[in-house]
Protein backbone atom coordinates (compact mmCIF):
# COMPACT_ATOMS: atom_id res chain seq x y z
CA UNK A 1 0.00 0.00 0.00
CA UNK A 2 1.68 3.24 -0.91
CA UNK A 3 2.16 5.83 1.85
CA UNK A 4 -1.00 8.06 2.32
CA UNK A 5 -0.65 11.32 3.37
CA UNK A 6 -2.93 14.50 4.78
CA UNK A 7 -3.66 16.36 1.49
CA UNK A 8 -2.07 19.49 1.70
CA UNK A 9 -5.20 21.21 0.49
CA UNK A 10 -8.44 19.83 1.50
CA UNK A 11 -10.94 18.17 -1.11
CA UNK A 12 -13.88 19.24 -2.10
CA UNK A 13 -17.47 17.98 -0.63
CA UNK A 14 -17.55 16.55 -4.22
CA UNK A 15 -14.69 14.78 -4.04
CA UNK A 16 -15.06 13.58 -0.32
CA UNK A 17 -18.59 12.34 -1.40
CA UNK A 18 -18.01 10.71 -4.82
CA UNK A 19 -14.80 8.55 -3.68
CA UNK A 20 -16.65 7.19 -0.76
CA UNK A 21 -19.52 5.98 -2.70
CA UNK A 22 -16.69 4.83 -5.55
CA UNK A 23 -15.38 3.11 -2.07
CA UNK A 24 -18.50 1.63 -0.73
CA UNK A 25 -19.01 -0.40 -4.27
CA UNK A 26 -16.85 -3.37 -2.73
CA UNK A 27 -18.71 -3.61 0.53
CA UNK A 28 -21.10 -6.17 1.63
CA UNK A 29 -24.38 -5.59 -0.49
CA UNK A 30 -26.94 -5.46 2.48
CA UNK A 31 -29.98 -3.07 1.22
CA UNK A 32 -31.49 -6.49 -0.54
CA UNK A 33 -31.27 -8.73 2.66
CA UNK A 34 -28.61 -10.58 1.48
CA UNK A 35 -26.61 -10.11 4.71
CA UNK A 36 -27.48 -12.70 7.57
CA UNK A 37 -24.88 -10.84 9.49
CA UNK A 38 -23.67 -7.53 10.72
CA UNK A 39 -26.87 -5.79 9.58
CA UNK A 40 -29.73 -4.89 11.23
CA UNK A 41 -32.31 -2.38 8.57
CA UNK A 42 -35.72 -1.16 10.08
CA UNK A 43 -36.90 -0.12 6.89
CA UNK A 44 -36.53 3.25 5.15
CA UNK A 45 -38.58 5.15 6.99
CA UNK A 46 -37.56 4.46 10.10
CA UNK A 47 -33.93 4.57 8.94
CA UNK A 48 -34.16 8.55 7.69
CA UNK A 49 -36.11 9.34 11.43
CA UNK A 50 -32.97 7.51 13.43
CA UNK A 51 -30.48 9.13 11.16
CA UNK A 52 -32.07 12.21 11.77
CA UNK A 53 -31.49 12.17 15.40
CA UNK A 54 -28.33 10.86 15.06
CA UNK A 55 -27.10 13.77 12.80
CA UNK A 56 -28.89 15.91 15.23
CA UNK A 57 -25.98 15.17 17.83
CA UNK A 58 -23.36 14.82 15.41
CA UNK A 59 -20.99 17.37 17.07
CA UNK A 60 -22.20 17.19 20.47
CA UNK A 61 -20.08 15.07 23.23
CA UNK A 62 -21.27 12.42 25.57
CA UNK A 63 -18.50 12.66 27.89
CA UNK A 64 -19.79 15.48 30.41
CA UNK A 65 -22.96 14.83 31.28
CA UNK A 66 -23.04 18.44 32.72
CA UNK A 67 -22.51 20.10 29.96
CA UNK A 68 -25.07 18.46 27.74
CA UNK A 69 -27.95 18.11 30.00
CA UNK A 70 -30.53 17.22 27.00
CA UNK A 71 -27.92 14.12 26.31
CA UNK A 72 -27.95 12.81 30.23
CA UNK A 73 -31.82 13.27 29.98
CA UNK A 74 -31.63 10.94 26.48
CA UNK A 75 -29.17 8.42 27.71
CA UNK A 76 -31.05 8.29 30.94
CA UNK A 77 -34.37 7.22 29.42
CA UNK A 78 -32.66 4.77 26.98
CA UNK A 79 -31.33 3.16 29.98
CA UNK A 80 -34.86 3.46 31.86
CA UNK A 81 -36.66 1.82 28.32
CA UNK A 82 -34.31 -0.79 28.14
CA UNK A 83 -34.43 -1.63 32.02
CA UNK A 84 -38.62 -1.54 31.43
CA UNK A 85 -38.07 -3.95 28.97
CA UNK A 86 -36.07 -6.52 31.10
CA UNK A 87 -38.47 -6.23 33.82
CA UNK A 88 -35.99 -4.10 36.24
CA UNK A 89 -37.26 -2.99 39.26
CA UNK A 90 -36.13 0.57 40.61
CA UNK A 91 -33.08 -0.68 41.98
CA UNK A 92 -31.96 -1.74 38.42
CA UNK A 93 -29.50 0.40 37.31
CA UNK A 94 -27.23 0.98 34.27
CA UNK A 95 -25.31 2.80 31.35
CA UNK A 96 -24.89 2.85 27.88
CA UNK A 97 -22.03 1.68 26.35
CA UNK A 98 -20.70 1.97 22.73
CA UNK A 99 -21.87 -1.97 21.84
CA UNK A 100 -22.24 -5.10 23.46
CA UNK A 101 -18.36 -5.85 24.45
CA UNK A 102 -17.65 -2.70 26.00
CA UNK A 103 -21.30 -3.65 27.98
CA UNK A 104 -19.23 -7.01 28.67
CA UNK A 105 -16.35 -5.80 29.36
CA UNK A 106 -17.82 -3.34 32.12
CA UNK A 107 -20.10 -6.39 33.49
CA UNK A 108 -16.77 -8.53 34.41
CA UNK A 109 -14.95 -5.57 35.58
CA UNK A 110 -17.79 -4.27 37.80
CA UNK A 111 -17.83 -8.04 38.90
CA UNK A 112 -14.52 -8.37 39.81
CA UNK A 113 -14.21 -5.38 41.89
CA UNK A 114 -17.32 -5.83 43.80
CA UNK A 115 -15.81 -9.28 44.71
CA UNK A 116 -12.59 -7.87 45.61
CA UNK A 117 -14.36 -5.64 47.89
CA UNK A 118 -15.51 -8.03 49.75
CA UNK A 119 -12.76 -10.58 49.79
CA UNK A 120 -9.39 -9.04 48.70
CA UNK A 121 -7.53 -12.13 49.00
CA UNK A 122 -9.63 -14.23 45.99
CA UNK A 123 -8.18 -14.38 42.60
CA UNK A 124 -11.20 -14.31 40.68
CA UNK A 125 -12.55 -16.69 37.96
CA UNK A 126 -15.44 -16.34 35.78
CA UNK A 127 -17.17 -19.81 34.26
CA UNK A 128 -18.17 -19.26 30.87
CA UNK A 129 -20.06 -21.67 28.16
CA UNK A 130 -17.95 -22.31 25.33
CA UNK A 131 -20.67 -20.85 23.04
CA UNK A 132 -20.46 -17.16 25.09
CA UNK A 133 -18.88 -14.37 22.97
CA UNK A 134 -15.50 -13.53 22.87
CA UNK A 135 -15.26 -10.56 24.49
CA UNK A 136 -15.94 -12.10 27.99
CA UNK A 137 -12.13 -13.80 26.89
CA UNK A 138 -11.30 -10.10 26.17
CA UNK A 139 -12.84 -9.08 29.24
CA UNK A 140 -10.50 -11.42 31.32
CA UNK A 141 -7.32 -11.13 29.74
CA UNK A 142 -7.83 -7.32 29.80
CA UNK A 143 -8.81 -7.36 33.22
CA UNK A 144 -7.01 -10.26 34.43
CA UNK A 145 -9.71 -12.59 35.72
CA UNK A 146 -9.60 -16.11 34.97
CA UNK A 147 -12.25 -17.75 32.53
CA UNK A 148 -13.33 -21.63 33.07
CA UNK A 149 -14.31 -22.47 29.99
CA UNK A 150 -17.24 -25.14 30.15
CA UNK A 151 -18.45 -27.55 26.98
CA UNK A 152 -22.41 -27.44 26.02
CA UNK A 153 -24.44 -30.16 26.60
CA UNK A 154 -26.18 -32.55 23.14
CA UNK A 155 -28.57 -29.43 22.82
CA UNK A 156 -25.74 -26.98 22.60
CA UNK A 157 -26.87 -25.13 25.87
CA UNK A 158 -24.50 -24.80 29.19
CA UNK A 159 -24.00 -27.90 30.16
CA UNK A 160 -24.61 -27.22 33.80
CA UNK A 161 -22.92 -30.80 35.20
CA UNK A 162 -20.26 -28.96 34.35
CA UNK A 163 -21.18 -25.73 35.37
CA UNK A 164 -21.38 -26.68 38.57
CA UNK A 165 -18.65 -28.95 38.58
CA UNK A 166 -16.01 -26.20 37.83
CA UNK A 167 -17.16 -23.63 40.29
CA UNK A 168 -14.10 -22.84 42.98
CA UNK A 169 -13.93 -20.59 46.22
CA UNK A 170 -12.59 -18.40 43.98
CA UNK A 171 -15.42 -17.87 41.21
CA UNK A 172 -17.17 -14.94 41.22
CA UNK A 173 -19.73 -14.73 38.49
CA UNK A 174 -21.36 -17.32 36.22
CA UNK A 175 -22.22 -16.57 32.41
CA UNK A 176 -25.32 -17.57 30.43
CA UNK A 177 -26.39 -16.26 27.09
CA UNK A 178 -29.84 -15.51 25.44
CA UNK A 179 -29.52 -16.47 23.39
CA UNK A 180 -25.57 -17.58 22.61
CA UNK A 181 -24.47 -16.08 19.21
CA UNK A 182 -23.47 -19.44 17.24
CA UNK A 183 -26.22 -21.81 17.33
CA UNK A 184 -29.05 -18.92 18.59
CA UNK A 185 -29.66 -21.05 21.47
CA UNK A 186 -30.52 -20.04 24.99
CA UNK A 187 -29.04 -21.63 28.09
CA UNK A 188 -30.67 -22.80 30.77
CA UNK A 189 -30.39 -19.00 32.59
CA UNK A 190 -33.47 -20.33 34.87
CA UNK A 191 -31.20 -23.07 36.45
CA UNK A 192 -28.00 -21.19 36.40
CA UNK A 193 -30.41 -17.85 38.28
CA UNK A 194 -30.59 -20.99 41.04
CA UNK A 195 -27.26 -22.24 40.93
CA UNK A 196 -25.83 -18.73 41.57
CA UNK A 197 -28.02 -18.05 44.11
CA UNK A 198 -27.27 -21.07 46.04
CA UNK A 199 -23.72 -20.36 45.36
CA UNK A 200 -23.68 -17.04 46.29
CA UNK A 201 -22.40 -16.05 43.04
CA UNK A 202 -22.95 -12.94 40.89
CA UNK A 203 -24.98 -14.44 37.06
CA UNK A 204 -24.43 -12.26 33.88
CA UNK A 205 -26.91 -12.49 31.12
CA UNK A 206 -25.59 -11.88 28.09
CA UNK A 207 -28.90 -10.31 25.80
CA UNK A 208 -26.18 -8.72 23.46
CA UNK A 209 -28.72 -9.98 20.55
CA UNK A 210 -31.70 -11.39 22.41
CA UNK A 211 -32.97 -8.03 23.90
CA UNK A 212 -34.59 -6.74 21.62
CA UNK A 213 -36.16 -9.51 20.10
CA UNK A 214 -37.06 -12.41 22.95
CA UNK A 215 -39.87 -10.10 24.63
CA UNK A 216 -41.40 -9.34 21.83
CA UNK A 217 -41.95 -12.67 20.59
CA UNK A 218 -43.24 -13.40 24.43
CA UNK A 219 -45.67 -10.79 23.82
CA UNK A 220 -46.71 -11.83 20.49
CA UNK A 221 -47.47 -15.45 22.00
CA UNK A 222 -44.23 -17.60 21.51
CA UNK A 223 -42.22 -19.61 24.10
CA UNK A 224 -40.04 -17.72 25.67
CA UNK A 225 -37.80 -18.83 28.91
CA UNK A 226 -37.24 -16.23 31.38
CA UNK A 227 -33.97 -14.72 31.30
CA UNK A 228 -34.14 -10.88 33.16
CA UNK A 229 -34.46 -9.70 36.03
CA UNK A 230 -37.67 -11.83 36.72
CA UNK A 231 -35.21 -14.18 37.67
CA UNK A 232 -33.92 -13.30 41.18
CA UNK A 233 -30.30 -14.24 40.89
CA UNK A 234 -29.55 -12.95 37.47
CA UNK A 235 -26.82 -9.81 38.94
CA UNK A 236 -26.78 -8.13 35.56
CA UNK A 237 -27.58 -7.86 31.46
CA UNK A 238 -26.14 -6.77 28.44
CA UNK A 239 -28.47 -5.50 25.82
CA UNK A 240 -27.38 -4.02 23.05
CA UNK A 241 -29.77 -1.48 20.76
CA UNK A 242 -27.96 -1.77 17.47
CA UNK A 243 -28.75 -5.24 17.14
CA UNK A 244 -32.67 -6.07 16.68
CA UNK A 245 -33.02 -2.85 18.64
CA UNK A 246 -32.42 -1.47 15.19
CA UNK A 247 -30.18 1.95 16.50
CA UNK A 248 -26.88 3.24 14.52
CA UNK A 249 -23.86 1.24 15.91
CA UNK A 250 -22.24 2.63 19.21
CA UNK A 251 -25.17 1.66 21.53
CA UNK A 252 -26.32 -1.21 23.94
CA UNK A 253 -26.78 -0.77 27.72
CA UNK A 254 -25.13 -2.88 30.79
CA UNK A 255 -27.58 -3.07 33.58
CA UNK A 256 -26.96 -4.14 37.32
CA UNK A 257 -29.18 -5.75 39.77
CA UNK A 258 -28.14 -2.52 42.46
CA UNK A 259 -27.04 0.34 42.60
CA UNK A 260 -24.22 -1.02 44.73
CA UNK A 261 -23.01 -3.14 42.66
CA UNK A 262 -23.30 -0.63 39.54
CA UNK A 263 -20.73 1.47 41.71
CA UNK A 264 -17.81 -1.02 40.97
CA UNK A 265 -18.15 -0.30 37.33
CA UNK A 266 -17.38 3.79 37.86
CA UNK A 267 -13.52 4.89 37.83
CA UNK A 268 -12.34 8.11 39.71
CA UNK A 269 -9.19 10.12 39.27
CA UNK A 270 -8.76 12.63 41.88
CA UNK A 271 -5.22 14.02 41.74
CA UNK A 272 -5.13 14.96 37.81
CA UNK A 273 -3.71 18.46 37.51
CA UNK A 274 -6.61 18.73 34.29
CA UNK A 275 -9.45 18.30 37.56
CA UNK A 276 -11.39 15.76 38.58
CA UNK A 277 -11.71 12.90 36.09
CA UNK A 278 -15.25 10.35 36.59
CA UNK A 279 -16.25 8.19 33.80
CA UNK A 280 -19.10 5.75 34.23
CA UNK A 281 -17.38 3.28 31.52
CA UNK A 282 -14.59 2.37 29.63
CA UNK A 283 -14.52 5.30 27.14
CA UNK A 284 -14.04 8.89 27.60
CA UNK A 285 -15.49 11.22 24.88
CA UNK A 286 -18.27 9.26 23.76
CA UNK A 287 -20.51 10.45 20.46
CA UNK A 288 -23.81 12.29 20.79
CA UNK A 289 -25.07 11.01 17.89
CA UNK A 290 -24.98 7.25 19.18
CA UNK A 291 -27.12 8.16 22.30
CA UNK A 292 -29.84 10.53 20.33
CA UNK A 293 -29.79 7.68 17.87
CA UNK A 294 -30.76 4.83 19.86
CA UNK A 295 -33.39 7.11 21.95
CA UNK A 296 -34.71 7.70 18.37
CA UNK A 297 -35.00 3.84 17.33
CA UNK A 298 -36.59 2.86 20.96
CA UNK A 299 -38.93 6.05 20.56
CA UNK A 300 -39.95 5.85 16.52
CA UNK A 301 -40.05 2.45 16.37
CA UNK A 302 -42.24 1.25 19.87
CA UNK A 303 -43.39 -1.99 21.31
CA UNK A 304 -45.68 -1.95 18.20
CA UNK A 305 -42.88 -1.75 15.70
CA UNK A 306 -40.43 -4.28 17.45
CA UNK A 307 -43.33 -6.91 17.76
CA UNK A 308 -44.02 -6.21 14.23
CA UNK A 309 -40.54 -6.80 13.23
CA UNK A 310 -40.33 -9.79 15.29
CA UNK A 311 -43.43 -11.18 13.40
CA UNK A 312 -41.75 -10.71 10.44
CA UNK A 313 -38.38 -12.09 12.18
CA UNK A 314 -39.72 -15.18 12.89
CA UNK A 315 -42.16 -15.82 9.25
CA UNK A 316 -38.31 -15.55 7.63
CA UNK A 317 -37.15 -17.84 10.47
CA UNK A 318 -39.41 -20.61 10.54
CA UNK A 319 -39.55 -20.89 6.75
CA UNK A 320 -35.88 -21.44 6.60
CA UNK A 321 -35.97 -23.51 9.07
CA UNK A 322 -38.11 -26.35 8.12
CA UNK A 323 -36.91 -25.61 4.75
CA UNK A 324 -33.41 -26.80 5.89
CA UNK A 325 -35.26 -29.63 8.46
CA UNK A 326 -36.39 -30.76 5.32
CA UNK A 327 -33.22 -31.18 2.72
CA UNK A 328 -31.85 -34.66 4.11
CA UNK A 329 -28.00 -33.23 3.55
CA UNK A 330 -27.90 -30.59 6.22
CA UNK A 331 -28.59 -30.40 9.67
CA UNK A 332 -29.42 -27.99 12.44
CA UNK A 333 -27.72 -27.32 15.46
CA UNK A 334 -29.62 -27.62 18.11
CA UNK A 335 -33.00 -27.00 18.16
CA UNK A 336 -33.07 -22.84 17.53
CA UNK A 337 -36.25 -20.98 18.31
CA UNK A 338 -35.72 -17.07 18.25
CA UNK A 339 -34.39 -15.76 14.46
CA UNK A 340 -30.82 -17.33 14.67
CA UNK A 341 -30.05 -20.81 13.46
CA UNK A 342 -26.93 -22.38 12.29
CA UNK A 343 -26.82 -25.80 10.02
CA UNK A 344 -24.10 -28.56 9.40
CA UNK A 345 -23.67 -31.36 6.86
CA UNK A 346 -22.01 -35.15 7.42
CA UNK A 347 -22.61 -35.80 3.41
CA UNK A 348 -21.50 -32.71 2.10
CA UNK A 349 -18.53 -30.38 2.21
CA UNK A 350 -20.81 -27.18 4.55
CA UNK A 351 -17.90 -24.37 3.60
CA UNK A 352 -18.13 -25.73 0.40
CA UNK A 353 -21.75 -25.01 0.42
CA UNK A 354 -21.03 -21.68 1.92
CA UNK A 355 -18.74 -20.64 -1.38
CA UNK A 356 -21.59 -21.25 -3.59
CA UNK A 357 -24.01 -19.43 -1.59
CA UNK A 358 -21.29 -16.38 -1.38
CA UNK A 359 -21.24 -16.72 -5.10
CA UNK A 360 -24.75 -16.07 -5.19
CA UNK A 361 -24.27 -13.14 -3.15
CA UNK A 362 -25.34 -14.05 0.50
CA UNK A 363 -23.21 -13.60 3.52
CA UNK A 364 -23.49 -14.66 6.56
CA UNK A 365 -20.58 -16.19 9.35
CA UNK A 366 -19.13 -19.74 8.58
CA UNK A 367 -18.86 -21.72 12.28
CA UNK A 368 -16.25 -24.06 13.48
CA UNK A 369 -16.33 -27.27 15.85
CA UNK A 370 -18.59 -28.39 14.04
CA UNK A 371 -18.32 -26.94 10.81
CA UNK A 372 -21.86 -24.95 10.05
CA UNK A 373 -23.33 -22.05 8.01
CA UNK A 374 -25.02 -19.30 10.62
CA UNK A 375 -27.63 -16.96 10.13
CA UNK A 376 -29.12 -14.24 11.84
CA UNK A 377 -32.40 -13.36 10.73
CA UNK A 378 -34.03 -10.30 10.60
CA UNK A 379 -37.48 -8.31 9.52
CA UNK A 380 -35.47 -7.13 6.34
CA UNK A 381 -35.10 -11.11 5.41
CA UNK A 382 -39.04 -11.84 5.47
CA UNK A 383 -38.76 -10.14 1.38
CA UNK A 384 -36.12 -12.90 0.76
CA UNK A 385 -36.46 -16.44 2.43
CA UNK A 386 -37.79 -17.78 -0.47
CA UNK A 387 -35.47 -16.71 -2.53
CA UNK A 388 -32.70 -17.95 0.25
CA UNK A 389 -34.57 -20.96 -0.09
CA UNK A 390 -34.29 -21.11 -3.91
CA UNK A 391 -30.36 -20.94 -4.28
CA UNK A 392 -29.70 -23.27 -1.21
CA UNK A 393 -31.26 -25.82 -3.00
CA UNK A 394 -29.67 -25.22 -6.08
CA UNK A 395 -26.27 -24.65 -4.51
CA UNK A 396 -26.57 -28.23 -2.90
CA UNK A 397 -27.52 -29.99 -6.33
CA UNK A 398 -24.16 -27.80 -7.44
CA UNK A 399 -21.45 -29.05 -4.54
CA UNK A 400 -22.95 -32.62 -5.15
CA UNK A 401 -21.64 -32.72 -9.09
CA UNK A 402 -17.82 -33.02 -8.55
CA UNK A 403 -16.93 -30.90 -11.49
CA UNK A 404 -17.99 -27.85 -10.21
CA UNK A 405 -15.39 -28.46 -6.80
CA UNK A 406 -13.01 -26.38 -8.68
CA UNK A 407 -15.08 -23.06 -9.71
CA UNK A 408 -16.54 -23.45 -6.05
CA UNK A 409 -13.32 -22.86 -4.37
CA UNK A 410 -12.12 -19.74 -5.97
CA UNK A 411 -13.65 -17.71 -2.85
CA UNK A 412 -11.42 -20.02 -0.70
CA UNK A 413 -8.64 -19.55 -2.77
CA UNK A 414 -8.84 -15.85 -2.69
CA UNK A 415 -9.32 -15.80 1.13
CA UNK A 416 -6.38 -18.32 1.43
CA UNK A 417 -4.26 -16.04 -0.89
CA UNK A 418 -4.90 -13.54 1.15
CA UNK A 419 -3.59 -14.90 3.65
CA UNK A 420 -0.86 -16.52 2.88
CA UNK A 421 0.69 -13.15 1.94
CA UNK A 422 1.10 -12.52 5.57
CA UNK A 423 1.83 -16.09 6.81
CA UNK A 424 5.75 -16.20 7.39
CA UNK A 425 6.98 -18.52 4.47
CA UNK A 426 8.58 -21.33 6.94
CA UNK A 427 5.03 -21.66 8.30
CA UNK A 428 3.28 -22.46 4.49
CA UNK A 429 5.83 -25.35 4.41
CA UNK A 430 4.49 -26.28 7.96
CA UNK A 431 1.22 -26.37 7.07
CA UNK A 432 1.19 -27.91 4.16
CA UNK A 433 2.88 -30.97 5.50
CA UNK A 434 -0.14 -31.49 7.45
CA UNK A 435 -2.58 -31.85 4.58
CA UNK A 436 -2.20 -34.80 3.55
CA UNK A 437 -2.40 -36.94 -0.21
CA UNK A 438 -1.30 -33.42 -2.16
CA UNK A 439 2.09 -32.08 -3.93
CA UNK A 440 2.78 -28.76 -2.46
CA UNK A 441 2.47 -26.94 -5.27
CA UNK A 442 -1.13 -28.13 -5.88
CA UNK A 443 -1.94 -27.20 -2.33
CA UNK A 444 -1.63 -23.78 -2.60
CA UNK A 445 -4.03 -23.80 -5.10
CA UNK A 446 -6.99 -25.69 -3.77
CA UNK A 447 -6.42 -26.69 -0.16
CA UNK A 448 -9.67 -25.37 1.65
CA UNK A 449 -8.81 -22.52 3.76
CA UNK A 450 -11.04 -23.68 6.79
CA UNK A 451 -10.12 -27.01 6.53
CA UNK A 452 -6.41 -25.90 7.36
CA UNK A 453 -7.48 -23.81 9.89
CA UNK A 454 -9.06 -27.37 11.45
CA UNK A 455 -5.70 -28.71 11.17
CA UNK A 456 -4.04 -25.97 13.20
CA UNK A 457 -6.59 -26.33 15.67
CA UNK A 458 -5.71 -24.35 18.99
CA UNK A 459 -2.03 -23.87 18.06
CA UNK A 460 0.13 -21.07 18.37
CA UNK A 461 0.71 -21.47 14.41
CA UNK A 462 -2.81 -19.91 14.18
CA UNK A 463 -3.14 -17.90 16.39
CA UNK A 464 -0.02 -16.16 15.10
CA UNK A 465 -1.23 -16.58 10.97
CA UNK A 466 -4.46 -14.71 12.51
CA UNK A 467 -2.19 -11.48 14.33
CA UNK A 468 -0.14 -11.52 11.22
CA UNK A 469 -3.03 -10.86 9.02
CA UNK A 470 -4.61 -8.32 11.81
CA UNK A 471 -1.31 -6.59 11.14
CA UNK A 472 -1.72 -6.08 7.91
CA UNK A 473 -5.32 -5.26 7.96
CA UNK A 474 -4.93 -2.46 10.55
CA UNK A 475 -2.04 -0.78 8.55
C1 LIG B 1 -22.89 -9.15 19.13
C2 LIG B 1 -22.76 -9.86 20.41
C3 LIG B 1 -21.84 -9.44 21.39
C4 LIG B 1 -20.83 -8.33 21.15
O1 LIG B 1 -21.41 -7.14 20.77
P1 LIG B 1 -20.67 -6.05 19.88
O2 LIG B 1 -21.70 -4.99 19.78
O3 LIG B 1 -20.31 -6.69 18.59
O4 LIG B 1 -19.46 -5.58 20.63
C5 LIG B 1 -21.85 -10.11 22.59
N1 LIG B 1 -22.67 -11.14 22.81
C6 LIG B 1 -23.54 -11.58 21.89
C7 LIG B 1 -24.44 -12.75 22.21
C8 LIG B 1 -23.61 -10.97 20.65
O5 LIG B 1 -24.45 -11.42 19.72
Redesign the pocket.
Known amino acids: MPVVKIPEIGNSYQEIVGHLKELKKKDLKWQEGKAFCLMYYPGDEKAAIIQHAYLEYFNENAFNPMAFPSLRKLESEVVSMVKNLLHGKNEVKGSMT???????LMAVKTARDFSLKINPEIKPEIILPVS????FQKACEYFSVKPLVVGLDAEFKADMEQVRSAITPNTIMLVG?????PHGIIDPIEELSDLAIQKNLLLHV?????AFLLPFLEKNGHEVPHFDFRLEGVSSI?A?I??YGYAA?GA?VVLYRSNELRRSQFFIETNWPGGIYASSTITGSRPGGAISAAWAALSCIGIDGYCQFSKLTMEAFERIKMEIERIPELRILGNPQHGILSFTSSQIDIYQLADELQLKGWHFERLQFPAAIHL?VSQIHSTVAALFIQDLQRAILLVKKAKVRKLSSRVKINSLRKIMRVVPEGLIAKWQSKMPGKSPTNQKRTAPLYGMMGALKGTKDLERIVLNLMDKLNK
Not at 132 to 135: I, K, Q, R, S, V
Not at 206 to 210: E, H, Q, Y
Open positions: SGGTESIAHPASAPAYDACIGSDHKKST
